[in-house]
T-cell receptor
């Protein structure tokens, strides 16, 4: 079946602009994760959604970052007033609550000029 | 929180040779240790995982060993092939906890 999809695949923006990144999880997956992968770094946890529970936002690096998940499916990560240090690959993953394995999308490569 | 360190950051091996990647973790309560492989332009994909009640697990050419006393675990790839070239990430968590702590990754290049 279809895997996790993310859009856009690449995004170039100017410092100070807002960007929205989209994630479509695998159908039926109740959990959704956002990670940031900076050059030469591991995956940095950003936010976690599980069903209708309140999301775990503990990894969001600043109040410029926010995310929502509508209808328990699609999620949008929004970065306001982008800075050059926001340049990274943003990865989305999903799974069922009972699963350990996380299924990742291909990521969105964000470049802030 | 959990801190996972991974070494080496890059690894170049001749096709057919073995590759070994090592990770250490800080939280002795961690009991779930997955390994993910990320090919160019793709998201990470789980290749093998191990739980703390097991010391070693093998799947064809891939094996993972765990030393809970020393708080380290390793990935072993035998008879490497060009398609093994990728970035490999180790991670650690509490089983059932959604929050994985990842290492910084190892870029493996298999030379033909």
């Amino acid at each position: 079946g279809a895997g996790v999809s993310q859009s856009p695949s690449n995004k170039v923006t100017e410092k100070g602009k807002d960007v929205e990144l989209r994630c479509d999880p695998i159908s039926g997956h109740t959990a959704l994760y956002w990670y940031r992968q900076s050059l030469g770094q591991g995956l940095e946890f950003l936010i976690y959604f599980q069903g209708n529970s309140a999301p775990d936002k503990s990894g969001l690096p600043s109040d410029r970052f926010s995310a929502e998940r509508t209808g328990g499916s699609v999620s949008t990560l929004t970065i306001q007033r982008t800075q050059q240090e926001d340049s990274a690959v943003y990865l989305c993953a999903s799974n069922m609550r009972s699963q350990e394995t996380q299924y990742f999308g291909p990521g969105t490569r964000l470049l802030v000029l | 929180g959990e801190n996972v360190e991974q070494h080496p950051s890059t690894l170049s091996v001749q096709e057919g040779d073995s590759a070994v990647i090592k990770c250490t973790y800080s939280d002795s309560a961690s009991n779930y240790f997955p390994w993910y492989k990320q090919e160019l332009g793709k998201g990470p994909q789980l290749i093998i995982d191990i739980r703390s009640n097991v010391g070693e697990k093998k799947d064809q050419r891939i094996a993972v060993t765990l030393n809970k006393t020393a708080k380290h675990f390793s990935l072993h790839i035998t008879e490497t092939q060009p398609e093994d070239s990728a970035v490999y990430f180790c991670a650690a968590s509490l089983l059932g906890d959604y929050k994985l702590s990842f290492g910084a990754g190892t870029t493996v290049t298999v030379r033909a």
